[in-house]
């Protein structure tokens, strides 16, 4: 079996309202020096088998067409066990 | 006239369109988001709501639903469609429309009567309207902030393809005001405010919003 873990982020320039709401719980919480909190998403998928190449490119076209919108976010996609 | 309304599950506003599609004279044509059939409409709305739960991005997973991927090729082919809110969000994550629907910059779901300005009376789906026209029509949205980057923005203004902007106050974060654009052709129209809960005294705040039905009756017959 194979782990596939994308992590998708609002890209820097997107207003991310959730996480400067989560920055202010911070600061209430008296955690202090936080210069900014982003808020993003993580996909874990798991997979029979090994991941191929061809397996591998579909992962790119599924993070880039699905799972994220490249209008507004970019992704990062880690296959387990790569260095 | 046949004006085809999508059902998705988790679609709120379907009825409220037929609705309007038919106190505007057109015949209301229920279009199954499972089934990749058109059934022969004119033009198409595409509701509010919540499809598929808002799950994964609003929008993002009915973008990949059978009966889009006939809208998406008819789209391109001078079918005129309708976006209206969580539409809007579809056709933009369907990329018939630049830019993308994101959380309201102050995080709260907002409902009220907004006041908007008709940019341009040239989409199918305005041109009953007149330049300058000022309309009010009910809001209700959490991820309305329009947003897209500022080549894109100056594109949509210097085409005249904001179709509509806020007035007065700004909703939900959107960049430049925008509540609505159209593609360059004019077919395909995307509306955050919802112009279909605004065609009877009865119910809605006015009456402005019928002119988005009338007009595209109005572009069918004239096309």
Same mark, same amino acid.
Request: with cysteine; aromatic share 6%; proline share 4%.
């Given at each position: ?83 | ?26 015949? %209301? ?44 090729? %008819? ?149």
């Amino acid at each position: 079996m194979a782990r596939v873990v994308v992590d998708v982020m609002l890209k820097p320039e997107i207003l991310d309202p959730q996480g400067r709401a989560v920055q202010g719980a911070l600061g209430r919480l008296g955690i202090e020096g936080v210069l900014d909190v982003r808020q993003g998403k993580q996909f874990v998928i798991e997979l029979e088998g090994e991941v191929t190449a061809e397996r591998r490119e579909q992962l790119h076209a599924l993070a880039s067409e699905l799972l994220c919108n490249p209008v507004i976010e970019d992704f990062i996609l880690i296959v387990e066990g790569d260095e | 006239m046949r004006i085809g309304v999508v059902t998705f599950p988790g679609s709120l506003d379907d009825r409220d369109a037929a609705r309007a599609v038919r106190l505007a004279g057109g015949e %209301a044509v229920a279009l199954w988001h499972g089934d990749a059939d058109l059934r022969n409409v004119d033009a198409v709305v595409l509701p509010g709501g919540f499809s598929y739960g808002d799950y994964l991005r609003c929008g993002a997973i009915s973008r990949f639903a059978p009966v889009m991927s006939e809208i998406v090729s %008819a789209a391109g082919g001078g079918l005129p469609v309708l976006g209206i809110c969580n539409g809007f969000q579809i056709l933009c994550e369907s990329h018939l429309l630049p830019g993308a629907l994101t959380r309201n910059d102050h995080l709260h779901f907002i409902c009220r009567d907004q006041r908007l300005r008709i940019e341009d009376t040239t989409s199918a789906w305005t041109a009953d309207y007149a330049q300058g026209q000022e309309i009010v029509v009910p809001l209700k949205n959490g991820e309305g902030c329009f947003v897209a980057d500022e080549h894109t923005l100056d594109a949509l203004e210097g085409e005249g393809r904001v179709i509509a902007r806020y007035v007065g106050v700004n909703p939900n974060g959107s960049r430049r005001d925008i509540a609505g654009i159209r593609n360059a052709r004019g077919n395909v129209v995307g509306l955050m405010p919802h112009p279909e809960h605004a065609v009877e005294e009865l119910t809605g705040p006015t009456t402005d919003g019928l002119g988005f039905f009338t007009s595209i009756l109005h572009s069918v017959v004239n096309a």
